[in-house]
């Protein structure tokens, strides 16, 4: 049996890791220090993700995005010498309008959580999760979602190539 409170606990921890780690990706000076604090956001990320028991979304947020995007990130600023010799100046001066955006955005989730905690459409551990998540994800993944699943790896192929275009008119 699962102790609820215990639960909570771990996602107070969870949600406080990413939001300072989220600050600190936007605010340190260092480029290298943001990556290593996106990847400790990513990982708390997968944390919840534990907790809400979505194994398979922990497992592909932990393999691709903290496996694969952010170390092919530490990797590029590790490997650019410009980067690792001198610090960028991150300055913004659109701080003020970012803050009210912020806030707005803020505003707007909160409303939104209460408006659908009155409504109880949020399944509060009432409905048991199905034993074969992974197994109904692939058949979705497969069946009814297959031309979105599809359209968007065209997508993707189409955006590495037009990388690779833009890269090799620099270079001539």
């Known amino acids: 049996m699962i102790d609820h409170a215990s639960v909570g606990f771990a996602f107070w921890i969870f949600a406080a890791v990413i939001v300072i780690s989220g600050f600190m990706v936007v605010s340190l000076r260092n480029i290298f220090h ?3 604090a996106l990847i400790m956001c990513l990982s708390a990320i997968a944390g919840i993700y534990v907790l ?5 979304l922990a497992a592909a947020q932990v393999l691709i995005y903290v496996g694969a995007v952010a170390v092919l990130m ?3 600023i590790m490997l650019t010498t410009d980067m690792a010799r001198k610090k960028l100046m991150q300055t913004n001066r659109n701080a003020l309008v970012a803050f009210f955006g912020c ?4 505003c ?7 408006v659908t905690t009155k409504k109880e459409i949020w399944n509060n551990g009432r409905e048991a999760m199905p034993a074969d998540n992974v197994m109904s994800i692939g058949k979705l993944l497969m069946t ?3 031309l979105p699943f599809e359209v968007v790896s065209v997508l993707m192929l189409a955006a590495l190539i037009g990388a690779i275009v833009l890269a090799r008119q620099e270079k001539s």
């Open 108 to 114: 707007f989730t909160v409303g939104l959580l209460w």
């Open 144 to 146: 009814e979602y297959m």
């Open 74 to 76: 530490v990797f590029a």
């Open 52 to 56: 809400l028991n979505a194994e398979f």
């Open 103 to 106: 806030l707005v955005f803020l």
């Open 34 to 36: 943001c990556a290593i």
